[in-house]
């Protein structure tokens, strides 16, 4: 990727491992002792609808705790409270229902709970110019047509938005990047440029784990597979030895 | 029905194509049309009341504006976030009568500075309080602030009575009336202290990181909390910022009438409201602007003064402030209904 400024240096992660999560909602056991190791490059996760693929990533991103299990991050365990723990860690996420602030421009969204501030007075003032600056040059870098950083993005395509929220994670160079459906809600084109986007990380050295319904599209983009259902991980495959059919037969457990 | 179908095409068209003039420009225009409704009745008065071009015209209109003018701002912060705070009015009446009570007991004769600036510290300690529980009730015990606002509304006016047994305060030192009828270099300290406070919020909303949050809670809460910001904290800041406002006006309101009663405020949170309202603050969260709210202040202070000069009855004031919230509740969403249609309009265009 051309030169992106890189704000927080945190390293590379090689290796982000999941081991024995376990999470209940009420009496739904929505996730049921997963264990699993995603390595740099993609990672995809597929399963039907309900089989606990939001709930990982959302304990991976730090929104929600599991009952029980740990996450270990370059051979370190992480205690992830929140999502701006996780951040700190460098896990990144976007959501599947592209979580923006409507009324905020882009660059105000970019930098939403991490502003630029520049000190006036002794007070601590927002400095928009750098945040614009910041995100220009990063939007630039990106191949994926944003109008003016300035723009509110309730007046952004769905597309747009998600490059806004892709945007964030690029700026501070977040070295592991989550995705759930991150093209659930976008046209063919927008989903191809979003998916091209995602490339880039990859070919940056990103650790990306992403949620997919789209199978033909999901197998050709991984470089390593999950296939949950009910809560657990029933099947990890190598993609360029999968076909669709198998895979689908994991999902719905016809074949194990 | 193809007609009126290519009518709404033209319709959502024009709308798309104004929301793609950018934000700035946008909030420019918005915040013009009620800047346009002010100058037309400055224009209009002007001609109908022979006379009230004066400063002292000047001067009244912007004392007038002052007090509910503190309460609007705080307002238009809680309801940029989303929330409303009912509780404004009740709280300036409660802060005035005991900062007045405070003051008639330890006051002995004097000019008396020391015992108001005592009872200046009471006020806005009482409705940073006010203000703090108001914050605490919706923002940890989670209630909505309509109803948590409502309930300490009538507690606070409750208050106000058991402090003052009921009756208004009066006898107050010389200070008290200096700092409510005097002025420097002609200017009076109302309206340099509103001044002050509407300059300080406008400093908050645009230039610092709490304000931004603002906007960024009432547009969504749940992106604000993912990217870290503690809800719950912000959320007592709020109210406490909107409590202190209140008290710094039920201090201003005893020290201009000389006189603290827990119905000071009474109408003052009607009239803060439709200030918010009319100067292009959206109920739906969000957006809006501290100068709007200064500029639908002072359209609301005009009216009433527009009023008195031409003869008509100051009590239909209120009359034409209920009318005027719901029919600037009614464009805002007039247009935020062509919006959605224009949004929904543009859908198939995925590609752009
Ligand atoms: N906040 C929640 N409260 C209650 N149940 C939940 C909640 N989130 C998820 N679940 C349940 O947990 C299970 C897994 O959900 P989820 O992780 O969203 O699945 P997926 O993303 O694979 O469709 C489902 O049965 C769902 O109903
Ligand atoms: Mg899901």
Redesign the pocket.
């Known amino acids: 990727m051309p030169d992106v400024v890189v704000v927080s240096p945190i390293g590379d992660v090689d290796r982000l491992e999941v081991r024995d999560l376990s999470k209940s ?2 009496g ?1 056991r ?2 049921h002792r997963v264990s699993t190791v995603f390595r740099r490059g993609f990672n995809g996760i597929v ?10 990533m959302r304990i991976i991103s730090g929104d929600i705790q599991p009952d029980t299990g740990q996450l270990i991050l370059n051979g370190k365990e992480l205690h992830l409270r929140s999502t701006a723990d996780a951040r700190r860690a460098g896990i990144e996420s976007l959501y599947q229902d592209l979580a923006l602030a409507d009324t905020l421009d882009v660059a105000g969204n970019m930098f939403l709970g991490r502003e630029i501030t520049r000190n006036f007075l002794g007070l601590r003032l927002l400095d928009k110019r750098a945040m614009v600056r910041a995100a220009e040059r990063t939007v630039a870098s990106v191949n994926i047509q944003i109008p003016e950083v300035s723009r509110m993005v309730r007046t952004l395509s769905g597309g747009q938005r998600q490059a806004v929220a892709l945007a964030r994670a690029i700026y501070f160079n977040a070295p592991v990047i989550l995705l ?1 459906e991150p093209t659930a809600a976008l046209g063919p084109k927008e989903t191809a440029a979003v998916l091209g986007l995602v490339e880039q990380l990859r070919a940056n050295g990103k650790l990306i784990i992403m ?1 997919s319904h789209n199978i033909p599209q999901i197998l050709d983009i991984a470089d390593h597979l999950i296939v ?1 259902r009910s ?1 657990r991980i029933v099947k990890e495959v190598d993609p360029q030895s999968t076909s669709q059919e198998e895979l689908l037969g994991f999902m719905v457990g016809s074949r194990t | 029905m193809e007609g009126s179908r290519s009518l709404a095409n033209l319709v959502s068209r024009w709308v798309v194509a104004s929301t793609r003039l950018g934000p700035r420009l946008q909030s420019a225009l918005l915040r013009m049309s009620s800047l346009a409704v002010l100058i037309g009745l400055i224009i209009f008065f002007g001609f109908t009341a022979p006379g009230w071009y004066s400063t002292t015209t000047l001067f009244n209109i912007l004392t007038a504006t002052s007090l509910f003018l503190l309460l609007a701002l705080g307002e238009t912060f809680v309801i940029i976030s989303s929330g409303i705070d009912l509780s404004v009015g009740s709280m300036e009446g409660m802060a005035g009568v005991a900062s007045a009570v405070l003051i008639v007991h330890i006051y002995h004769g004097g000019f008396g500075i020391g015992v108001v600036a005592a009872g200046a510290a009471a006020a806005l300690v009482i409705g940073l309080l006010g203000g703090a529980i108001n914050g605490i009730v919706v923002g940890y015990l989670g209630l909505n602030s309509l109803i948590a606002t409502l309930a300490t509304y009538g507690a606070y006016l409750g208050f106000a009575d058991i402090i003052s047994n009921g009756f208004p305060v009066g006898n107050l030192p010389p200070a008290m009336a200096t700092l409510g009828n005097g002025s420097v270099i002609g200017i009076p300290f109302l309206v340099l202290i509103a001044a002050a406070a509407s300059l300080f919020c406008a400093g908050l909303a645009s230039h610092t990181r709490w304000g931004r949050y603002v906007f960024a809670i009432g547009a969504n809460r749940e992106a604000v909390r993912r990217a870290g910001v503690n809800l719950r904290r912000h959320t007592v800041l709020l109210f406490t910022l909107s409590g202190g406002l209140a008290g710094l006006a039920g201090l201003l309101s005893t020290a201009k009438f000389l006189s603290a009663s827990s119905q000071a405020g009474s109408t003052d949170l009607l009239i803060a409201i439709a200030a918010v309202v009319i100067g292009g603050t959206p109920l739906t969260g969000g957006e809006g602007t501290i100068w709007g709210t200064v500029v639908g202040a002072l359209i609301i202070t005009i009216i009433e003064n527009g009023f008195v000069e031409m003869g008509v009855s100051g009590f239909w004031q209120l009359v034409v402030v209920g009318i005027i919230i719901v029919v600037a509740v009614y464009v805002d969403e007039y247009q935020r209904k062509l919006r959605i249609a224009a949004a929904s309009a543009s859908q198939p265009r995925v590609d752009e």
């Open positions: 909602y009420g739904v929505a996730l399963g039907d609808n309900g089989a606990g693929k939001s709930t990982l759930d949620v949950m809560g």
